[in-house]
């Protein structure tokens, strides 16, 4: 849970530079990399270093794990924002098997990153919209986050400051429970949540400025309407996301429009309303990847070689 420290990130690092932390060690492999005559296209490397127009929101597919021949459609449809200290991501299809549908990695000083990462037991699906999401599923469920987090309980909600970005959580049919380390991770808390309805969940606003601001702004302007197997947040901003569960793929409202999934298909695309700053894009199954960055253009191809 630290960057830096596995080979994959070493091996990025050498490539793309732009680590939030030093190597503590490095590995012998990476030799290899020095004395090999590649190196990524200056797109890729703008990319990877995120220098594109903050906020940004993507809205992205993924087939099933079978394999990418098949003529089947997507399996996830992904939501992706990017802010100044955060990276927010859910699937609408929810965590479940050996995917996560929901994470949250934040700017961290020390650990490079730190993370926000919702555990659900039972079947749950995600609406987000922008640097909001909606939760709802069955089972228990509970919150990773890191030991250094402060958090707060203010007039019905969860307020969780991290080094440089906040976190505002209201419950759906459920109750706050113990807050304890994390088994696997001595940098990490679990917090635990009681559901008191079959279906439960949460809503969260992500924000970044100062702490008490955010936390008077959103108690005195933000609301979570729950009707019966739907729940609405609307956030300090007015915008607002909607969630309607429905044991498969659910019904989501993005700021009062009905979502359609069928604008949905692309591996990677901005949203419908930013397309103009898109950074980068690949219709599913075309097979070529467009990458436009600070002015610096490159497409590559399964097919073809490097334009």
């Known amino acids: 849970m630290q960057v830096a420290t596995s080979s994959t990130s070493q091996y990025l690092g050498m490539y793309f530079g732009d680590s939030p932390v030093k190597f503590k060690s490095s590995n012998p492999d990476l030799v290899h990399l020095l004395l090999s005559s590649y190196r990524p296209p200056n797109a890729a490397v703008a990319i990877a270093r995120k220098q594109f127009t903050f906020p940004l929101e993507l809205l992205n597919s993924k087939p099933a794990y079978l394999n990418w021949r098949e003529d089947k459609p997507q399996q996830f449809h992904e939501t992706l924002y990017f802010g100044k200290t955060y990276q927010l991501g859910t699937l609408a299809e929810g965590t479940g098997g050996d995917w996560s549908g929901f994470k949250l990695l934040v700017d961290s000083s020390v650990r490079g990153v730190d993370y926000f990462i919702p555990s659900f037991i039972g079947h749950n699906s995600v609406a987000q919209y922008r640097n909001l999401a909606v939760c709802m599923g069955k089972g228990k469920f509970s919150f990773m986050l890191p030991k250094s987090a402060l958090v707060e309980h203010d007039r019905g909600w969860i307020f969780i400051k991290l ?8 419950l759906i049919n459920a109750e706050v429970g113990e807050l304890a380390p994390t088994e696997k991770y001595s940098d990490s808390l679990t917090l635990a949540i009681k559901p008191t309805a079959d279906i439960t969940g949460f809503a969260i606003d992500v924000g970044e400025g100062n702490y008490q601001s955010f936390k008077t702004l959103t108690v005195v302007n933000s609301r979570l309407k729950v009707k019966g197997q739907s729940a609405e947040y609307t956030s300090i901003m007015r915008n ?30 901005a949203d419908v309303s930013n397309l103009g700053k898109a950074p980068i894009y690949q219709a599913y199954k075309s097979g070529k990847l467009e990458v436009i960055v600070n002015g610096i253009k490159s497409s590559f191809s399964v097919l073809d070689t490097q334009k």
């Open 163 to 170: 080094e440089r970005t906040n976190l505002a959580i209201a």
């Open 240 to 269: 607002r996301v909607k969630l309607e569960y429905t044991g498969g793929t659910p019904k989501i409202w993005r700021n009062g429009k009905l979502h359609d999934f069928m604008v949905h298909r692309d591996v990677y695309r």
